[in-house]
């Protein structure tokens, strides 16, 4: 095949790889974005709300991937929603331009400085906290919502419902930002435009409102004229060259997911943004595949960010449950950190069944207590993981603890019916680390034993965040790019 040359490629269009295009693109450098899912807003096709999802609401697959609700047989598409299963845990990731922007639940949460600081000792807490994190969360448009709208809006009554019972077990709740645009949400809500959160869309894409990193960051990188997005652009391997440039191995594919073209594009500068478990895969794999030089630390300290899901039944019923309709973007969250016995955030979130289950859903952040890690087995050409019921041991002992607080305050059961008897160890929507940051990589992201070879996603991110990641991911690939911009591409 003909080899295509390129000044600077990114692969991925997730957090890192657009706070990447934006930064290179400002400087009047030519990025090439290449990601192996659809250009959404090119392509003309709409996102699929929750209840009943049509052939964009999955990656490839035959039928429907939500943790619940999972009875839809589909046509095979590169739909926006993946799941990597494991033996012992499943992944969810988003797919398409703007990575898991475009499934996720928005919740723009700034983790603990105390706990950033234990997570990364090395890096500067201070101008993370005064500078990269609140420029990290303006950039992605977080916003909160008005009380006075929480309040009078009934499809918040599963979070009203779900921090009353909190405070009444004797926790305590906070107000967490979002993504979503709640201005927008109140226009939706007094039907001035289409619904998107109030017409139940979230983990197969949200039609309106949210501001995806397709409305921001990659948005303003390709005003600057400088940004080439190549959507359907899956790349299979990254060979190192003697002049230490890079060839990628690419397949182009169609929408049913079938190679149509083959191509092969050297770069001199490679930003890697596949995402935790895409990165892992691509270096893993090029190392068995072309002899990529690879470090001992890469895949290890993997985590799941102390993903643990958990649910109540018979919530509020004597008093009217959580509601039979629910907005998509949580808003709320419950912070336990302090307790050194059961540290966990939770994040209180929708259930948006369209009928009134009385049924309250938990994401739980845990510490871990100890890493897993990564690997390729070759003979079957797919990732290895390291990572079993032994990890999540401490977490469920939290979400027992947790619902048996809340049941003795407020009644409710376990809900016996959500995941295995109500605990859901193996759902996982924040893999982290693999390839960490002054570990894998020097202290901004070039990976160790390569000159022109930056990683820049969550994978930088030891396993654990202590809250839900983006922010995070967001604000350390600003201070990467900052840095190796002004180093290494001037
Ligand atoms: P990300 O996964 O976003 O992007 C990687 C991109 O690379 C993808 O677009 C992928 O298709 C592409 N790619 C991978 N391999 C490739 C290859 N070989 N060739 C070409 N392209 C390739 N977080 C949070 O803070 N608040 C929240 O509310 C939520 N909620 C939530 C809900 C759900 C359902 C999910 C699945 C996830 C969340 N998250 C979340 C997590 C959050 O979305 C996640 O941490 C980030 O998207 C990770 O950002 P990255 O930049 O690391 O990669």
């Known amino acids: 095949a003909v080899i295509i040359e390129k000044e600077v ?24 974005l290449l990601e192996m899912g659809l250009d959404w807003e090119k392509s003309g096709e709409k996102f699929s709300p929750m209840i009943s999802p049509g052939h964009s609401a999955a990656w490839l697959k035959t039928r429907t991937i939500a943790p619940f609700l999972n009875l839809f047989p589909l046509k095979k598409f590169t739909g926006a929603l993946d799941r990597l299963d494991f033996e012992h845990i499943k992944i969810w990731l988003g797919r398409g331009v703007g990575g898991g922007s475009l499934v996720n639940g928005g919740m723009a949460v700034t983790p603990k400085k105390e706990y950033f600081q234990e997570i990364f000792p090395s890096l500067d807490a201070e101008k993370f906290y005064a500078h990269y994190f609140p420029l990290a969360n303006q950039e992605l448009g977080a916003n909160t919502a008005s009380e006075d709208f929480l309040k009078s809006c009934d499809f918040y009554k599963f979070n009203k419902v779900g921090e009353q019972e909190a405070e009444k077990a004797g926790f305590k709740t906070v107000r967490v930002p979002n993504v979503y645009d709640f201005k927008y949400m109140e226009q939706e809500y007094r039907n001035e435009v289409p619904r998107s959160a109030l017409a139940g869309e ?8 949210k501001l995806s ?22 790349v299979n391997s990254v060979a190192q060259n003697p002049d230490k440039s890079y060839t990628l191995d690419i397949s182009i594919i169609n929408t ?11 770069t001199k500068k490679l930003v890697l943004s596949a995402g935790t478990m895409g990165s892992l895969e691509l270096l893993l794999k090029s190392n068995a595949l072309t ?3 690879l470090d001992k630390h890469i895949g290890q ?3 799941n960010n102390g993903n643990f899901m958990t649910g109540r039944n018979f919530v509020n019923t004597f008093s009217g449950g959580t509601g039979a309709q629910q907005s998509t973007i949580p808003v709320g969250g419950i912070d336990h950190w302090h307790d ?6 939770v994040e209180i979130a929708p259930l948006p069944m369209g009928m009134d289950v009385a049924t309250s859903l938990y994401l739980m952040v845990n510490k871990l207590k100890k890493y897993g890690d990564v690997s390729y087995n070759a003979q079957t050409s797919k990732l290895r993981l390291n990572w079993n019921e032994s990890h999540t041991a401490h977490m469920k002992d939290n979400a027992k603890y947790f619902l048996r607080t809340m049941n003795k305050a407020n009644g409710g059961t376990r809900s ?25 990589t020097d202290q901004f992201g070039r990976l160790n034993g390569h000159q022109n070879l930056y990683v820049v996603d969550g994978s930088l991110i030891p396993g654990t965040i202590g809250v839900n990641p983006f922010v995070t991911i967001t604000a350390i690939a600003e201070y990467c790019m900052e840095h190796v911009i002004k180093e290494d591409f001037s």
């Open 9 to 32: 490629v990114i692969i991925g269009s997730g957090y890192g790889g657009s706070v990447a295009a934006l930064r290179l693109c400002e400087k009047g450098i030519p990025v090439t």
């Open 340 to 345: 050194k016995k059961h540290p966990f955030f």
């Open 202 to 209: 979230v983990i197969y894409g949200n039609n309106h409102g």
């Open 301 to 303: 300290q993997w985590g």
């Open 213 to 234: 990193l397709d409305k921001t960051y990659l948005k303003k990188a390709g005003a600057t004229g400088k940004l080439e997005i190549l959507e359907l652009h899956r």
């Open 416 to 440: 016996h019916l959500l995941f295995h008897n109500g605990f859901g160890a193996d759902i996982c929507y924040h893999p982290l680390g693999g390839i960490v940051l002054g570990k894998a």
């Open 291 to 293: 002899q990529f030089p």
């Open 256 to 266: 049913a997911g079938e190679e149509v073209e083959h191509k092969l594009i050297r």
